[in-house]
């Protein structure tokens, strides 16, 4: 007889555990409410309860469509208690886009925001977030703790669907048992601990913020702080208010940060633990960053979602002479990088990046073509090309299907990137290939500029520091580029609005 008794590994168990460690610590703060381990441990066993008295059955796809706030964390954890499926879903999203997740995952309900409920398609059944005295906040006095089976270690906890920057989004099959080796995993490569004090700004529904920070930092016991969203002045304020010491940013936040006309003139010091992630971070930003905060531990989190997301760090300590680099694998991963064969590159040599790990999901929801594709003779492909170097430490020189061909000659927009923020005249930029009669793929330069500039003072700028067939061809200025939630670039839609 197989028994599970006494072996739990699920999500919520990590709250659980340290409510009975730590009860009467504060767990979170949003807003003027704010819920100590033993409070925040017993919300979710109400809101568990009150999402299977709809009529919920374990397995069944519970959407959460809202911005960040306590609410959001109680549903996401409640589904993780009674055994349902929770499917995180950009606020952002409207019309197809949005149809799109909540129809193909199946979502018999929806957790939503009043505000957002609206954009939904008819027909799909919603219970407001809070709010409102029918939310899932508002039902908590008057629902009993949930009282049934819990879930097991390999059941799903989550549908992680991916941002979408090359494809349709696909829908990351994650277990409890694959989030919790992900939480340890962050725990020991970010060297979090309950004195820390961290903020939480980046969306809650993006598995970097939810995943790799706020579940960790519960499962540790730290008090945590989430705002609606990631206002840099808001978050200066507090570290010179004393209340925030760590925090995670992408790196179009931690560019806004370091723009700012009060950035050299705040009082930072209480600032100790940075992280940076979701998207590459240009080195130049990264140098500026550190050259004005020298005191400060910065540490580069890099990963996917099909891996819960993280798969590699670079500590603090290791940013000397490799700070192009994503460092090396976290504690539950095993990565390498091979050639188009499946067989590994000589160490300095570029290849895709793949992946074994407990961490991994188990493929994509409903899309058994894609994750045949993704998962070949025991790895995961992740799409990553890189370069490994002989000490272990990656490097990540674009997506694979991001790297232009120039004339028969590859060519990294990563690269051509990095040279073009230190222009003072850039603000940001992407490098995207067009399609070209000559060089097949034309290296092209999208700029957010910076004061006056002008197409030709770039390409010069660019041909005096890069080989001529990576200098661009063609700048394109534009107010803004297109970016997903979690800041990465939207390198595909850009790719379409040039060729239209």
């Known amino acids: 007889m197989t028994t599970t008794a006494g072996r739990s590994v699920t999500v919520d168990g990590t709250l659980r555990r340290s409510a009975r460690r730590t009860p009467e610590r504060v767990a979170l ?18 809101a568990a309860r009150a999402l299977r008295d709809t009529g919920l059955e374990p397995g069944d796809r519970v959407g959460a469509y809202g911005h960040n706030s306590d609410a959001y964390l109680i549903g996401f954890l409640a589904c993780a208690r009674g055994g349902l499926v929770h499917v995180p879903v950009n606020q952002n999203l409207t019309g197809d886009d949005l149809a799109y ?33 029918d939310g899932l906040l508002a039902r908590l006095a008057a629902t009993p703790p949930y009282d049934g089976p819990e879930p097991r270690a390999e059941d799903l906890a989550q549908l992680l669907y991916t941002s979408g920057t090359t494809a349709l989004p696909k829908g990351a099959m994650m277990t409890h048992r694959a989030l919790v080796h992900e939480y340890l995993s962050a725990i020991t490569a970010l060297d979090l601990s309950a004195g820390d004090r961290p903020v939480h700004a980046l969306p809650l529904y993006h598995s970097a913020q939810l995943h790799v920070f706020l579940l960790p930092y519960l499962a540790v016991g730290a008090e945590n702080l989430v705002l609606d969203a990631p206002d840099a002045g808001r978050v200066l304020d507090l570290v ?16 806004g940060l370091a723009g700012r006309p009060d950035f050299a003139t705040r009082d930072l010091s209480g600032l100790r633990k940075a992280y940076y992630g979701a998207s590459i971070m240009p080195v130049p930003v990264l140098e500026r960053l550190r050259e004005r ?65 407990p961490q991994l999901c188990e493929g994509y929801w409903e899309k058994p073509e894609e994750t045949e594709d993704a998962f070949r003779e025991g790895w995961f492909h992740s799409g990553d090309l890189a370069v490994r170097d002989a000490h272990g430490y990656f490097t990540i020189v674009d997506r694979v299907k991001d790297v232009i061909n120039s004339g028969g000659v ?10 073009l923020y230190t222009h003072e005249g850039v603000a940001e930029a992407a490098v995207v290939g067009l399609p070209d009669e000559r060089w097949v793929e034309a290296v092209t330069a999208v700029v957010v500029p910076r004061g006056e500039v002008t197409e030709e003072e770039i390409l010069t700028y660019a041909r005096e520091r890069l080989a001529h067939f990576k200098a661009p061809k063609r700048v394109v200025f534009v107010e803004e580029l297109p970016r997903n939630a979690s800041g990465k670039i939207l390198k595909r839609e850009l790719r379409v609005r040039l060729r239209a």
């Not at 703060?29 to 109400?46: I, K």
């Not at 940013?249 to 560019?255: G, H, K, L, R």
Request: aromatic content about 8%; some cysteine.
């Open 293 to 357: 905060l020298p005191k400060l531990a910065f540490y580069n989190c890099f990963g996917q979602s099909e891996i819960g997301p993280l798969s590699m760090v670079l500590a603090p300590d290791e940013h000397k002479g490799r700070m192009d680099s994503c460092g090396r694998p976290v504690l539950f991963v095993e990565a390498r990088v091979v050639d188009e064969s499946g067989k590994d590159v000589p160490d300095g040599e570029q290849g895709e990046v793949v992946y074994r790990s």
């Open 240 to 255: 010179e208010e004393g209340r925030c010491d760590s925090f995670f940013a992408p790196p179009t936040v931690w560019i």
């Open 410 to 419: 590859l060519v990294a927009s990563r690269q051509v990137e990095d040279v």
């Open 29 to 46: 703060r949003y807003g003027d409410r704010s819920w100590t381990y033993a409070e925040l441990d017993d919300a979710v066993s109400r």
């Open 101 to 133: 997740i909540v129809g193909q995952s199946g979502c018999a309900l929806v957790l939503a925001d009043p505000g957002l409920a609206g954009n939904l398609p008819a027909g799909v059944p919603v219970l407001p977030l809070r709010d409102t005295d």
